[in-house]
Each structure stands twice: as structure tokens, then as C-alpha cells.
């Protein structure tokens, strides 16, 4: 791919931002990553303005990219439209927004890992296995390039406990909120990879083993020690 500079409103100018510009075979999810990359990493800040115009120059693309790229930015929570105004970058969630998140999660998330455990079955255990598994190496940096591969496997070992309890409900409103994309986009460090994984395992042991009450205290300490390392 090619670089290309990005220059927003809302910052000093300096020098450019490089960002890789989309593959034409890829273009729609290429320009949708490529600006969830300056989102996440704070290059357009917290309510910093998403210009159509300004990102398909840009990124040397048509404006029909980007306004397809901003419509799934806005559904995860990342980007929201004003009327008259267009498109801005959504503040960060705040220390109480990230309390009521990981009160939400407390209910749900302990109660759906002894599910999983009563209900597991072994296709489904071959995925949570698969999926802890997959994390061979932890990011060092602390870009979104660094840490997107795990924040994908966060999102998606959550998701897995959570099909594996068969609440569809619940799955749905866990898949509504995009935690993991909003909790590590306001902070992201080693140390904090490298414990989500540890515990991910202990949990998905439990789930395995036929231990609901193992299980539940296991995600139970996961969402604590989370919520601490956030805060």
C-alpha cells in the first residue's frame, strides 16, 4: 500500500500523519479501517471533525468509501451525525460511563460463563480453544495496529462464551454495547494484554471442565481485574 498524509481540524498543525491508502480488490473495509485506525490512535481526536471531502483526498479515494466507511464507524460508536453539522469522532467514555459498562458486564458476563459450562457442548469447545489458542504473541506497542488483533480476540472469546450459554438475548445485547473496542481505545498497554489472555484461559478451562461455579468466579475476577486496570 501507499501512504498518504492526513490532515484534520481540531490540531496543531505539524507534520503529516501517514496512513496506508486502501488496495483498490478491498477498497470499502481498506478506507473503513484506515480511518478506525486514526479514531482509535487519537490522530482525529475526541470530537474532532470527520470530513467526507477532506478524507477522500486524503485517502485518494471517492466520497462513497468514506460515507459507507462512517455509517458502520457510527453504528460501532466511533463516529456520530449531526444534522447541518455531518460527522464527528465520539468522545471517550468517561470514568462513569466505564463504571455503568463493567456493571452491565458484572451481570451478564459471570452468570453467562456457568452457562457455558453447563451447556457446553464440543464443537463449541473446539472454538473457545481455537480461539485462546490463537494468541501466539502479544503486542509491545501501543498503537491500534499494535493491539487490534487482540482487541479482535477479546470481542470474540466474549462472544463465544456467550453463544456457548445459548442466550441469544444476551448475545445480542453484549454485541450492542462494542465494549472492547471503546475500553481499548481509551487505554491500551502490554501488561494489560498479557493478563486479559491469562485470565481468558482460566475461564475458558472452567467452562471446559463442566465447572459452572468455577467459571463464574473465573470471569468474575477477569471483569474486576479488567475494570482495574482501566481505571
Not at 14 to 30: F, K, M, N
Not at 74 to 89: D, H, I, M, Q, T
Amino acid at each position: 500500500m501507499v501512504n498518504a498524509p492526513v490532515h484534520h481540524a481540531g490540531k496543531p498543525a505539524g507534520p503529516a500523519v501517514l496512513v496506508p491508502l486502501p488496495a483498490r480488490q478491498t477498497l470499502t473495509e481498506d478506507v473503513y479501517q484506515a480511518i478506525k485506525r486514526l479514531i482509535m490512535d487519537h490522530v482525529i481526536p475526541p470530537q474532532g471533525r470527520l470530513s467526507i471531502d477532506q478524507l477522500a483526498r486524503d485517502l485518494r479515494v471517492s466520497s462513497t468509501p468514506i460515507r459507507e466507511a462512517l455509517v458502520r464507524l457510527e453504528s460501532e460508536g466511533l463516529a456520530r451525525k449531526e444534522p447541518l453539522r455531518g460527522y464527528s469522532v465520539t468522545p471517550i467514555l468517561t470514568p462513569a460511563q466505564v463504571d455503568d459498562l463493567f456493571e452491565f458486564r458484572g451481570l451478564i458476563e459471570p452468570w453467562a460463563a456457568a452457562r457455558a459450562a453447563q451447556r457446553r457442548d464440543e464443537a463449541g469447545l473446539d472454538r473457545l480453544r481455537a480461539e485462546v489458542d490463537s494468541v501466539s504473541t502479544l503486542p509491545a506497542g501501543e498503537s491500534y495496529a499494535d493491539y487490534q488483533d487482540l482487541a479482535g480476540h477479546d470481542d470474540r472469546f466474549h462472544r463465544q462464551i456467550a453463544e456457548l450459554a445459548g442466550n441469544h438475548q444476551l448475545l445480542r445485547a453484549f454485541a450492542r454495547t462494542h465494549c472492547h473496542l471503546h475500553l481499548f481505545r481509551r487505554r491500551y498497554t502490554a501488561p494489560l494484554g498479557s493478563a486479559t489472555v491469562a485470565e481468558h484461559r482460566d475461564i475458558a478451562a472452567a467452562v471446559a471442565e463442566g465447572d459452572p461455579d468455577g467459571a463464574y468466579a473465573a470471569m468474575e475476577a477477569h471483569l474486576e481485574r479488567a475494570r482495574q486496570r482501566l481505571t
